[in-house]
């Protein structure tokens, strides 16, 4: 795995799971599993990080459940927090923040999806970082599918982030980073705090980076292709 000193890696995967169960999956989504392994593993062995790793998850009912989940984490890292909570979110920027009591705040952080596969080197991220010093850096990808939320660029800086508008040809891979992990929990909770179902739909991570922004951080991006979605079972078949 790559090193960056001191990261740590939150991966929020207490959503309800809506779009699997539609399709007739009764296995908690972290725990399906497709090709051989669940989408945890190849979340997390794709993202190829060393790190200290926070995974905040559901509290399933079955013990055969939580007894699969401890033991595919322990397989995946030895250094990990396990945050377990009964109550539905308004989205992966509420979950996250249910690690801020695990997190050092002056410390980077990660924060990443647990329903994708990243085919990358991180290398080019570490290296991004070690060149820019951002306050917050995206992972990028060029795309004109409307499904996907989009940043609005200006040199190396995102002035701009929306979750499914399409206001440029650059996608979010779902990959997001912070210098420190307490600006991720200060942003995100302002973000709790504006939130509104009218406007959004839900929490979405991404959408931290646009209080950064109103504070004029540095929020850098790199280019990132290889990105593989596995949140539908739709995804699932083609990525088998």
């Known amino acids: 795995m790559k090193m960056l000193n001191e990261l740590q890696v939150v991966i ?4 309800a799971g809506t779009r699997m169960a539609a399709g007739g999956e009764q296995t908690p989504k972290p725990l399906v599993s497709v ?8 979340a997390v062995e794709s993202l190829d990080l060393s790190g200290r790793y926070i995974f905040v998850a559901r509290k399933y009912s079955e013990k055969k459940y939580r007894d699969l989940l401890d033991k595919t984490l322990s397989k995946l890292t030895v250094d ?22 695990k997190l050092r705040v002056e410390n980077p952080l990660v924060v990443t999806n647990s329903d994708q596969y990243l085919d990358w080197n991180p290398s080019i991220f570490i290296e991004h970082i ?12 060029k795309s004109n599918n409307v499904a996907n939320s989009f940043a609005r660029v200006n040199g190396k800086r995102v002035t701009e ?10 996608a979010l891979t779902g990959f997001h980073y912070w210098k420190k992990a307490g600006t991720f929990s200060r942003c995100a909770e302002k973000l709790l705090n504006d939130f ?10 991404s959408l931290v980076y ?22 539908t079972p739709n995804q699932l078949l083609e990525f088998a």
């Open 12 to 15: 929020p995967m207490a959503g």
């Open 35 to 42: 090709a051989g392994k669940t989408l945890i593993e190849w």
């Open 80 to 101: 990990f927090d396990l945050v377990l909570t009964q109550q539905e979110t308004s989205g992966a920027a509420e979950t996250a923040l249910l690690a801020k009591s």
């Open 130 to 141: 070690s060149r820019f010093d951002p306050d917050g850096s995206l992972g990028l990808f």
């Open 161 to 170: 982030v929306r979750e499914k508008q399409q206001i440029s040809n650059l």
């Open 196 to 205: 509104d179902r009218n406007v959004h739909k839900e929490t979405f991570i």
């Open 210 to 231: 646009n209080y950064q922004i109103e504070e004029k951080d540095f929020v850098s991006y790199f280019e990132q292709d290889g990105l593989h979605q596995l949140g």
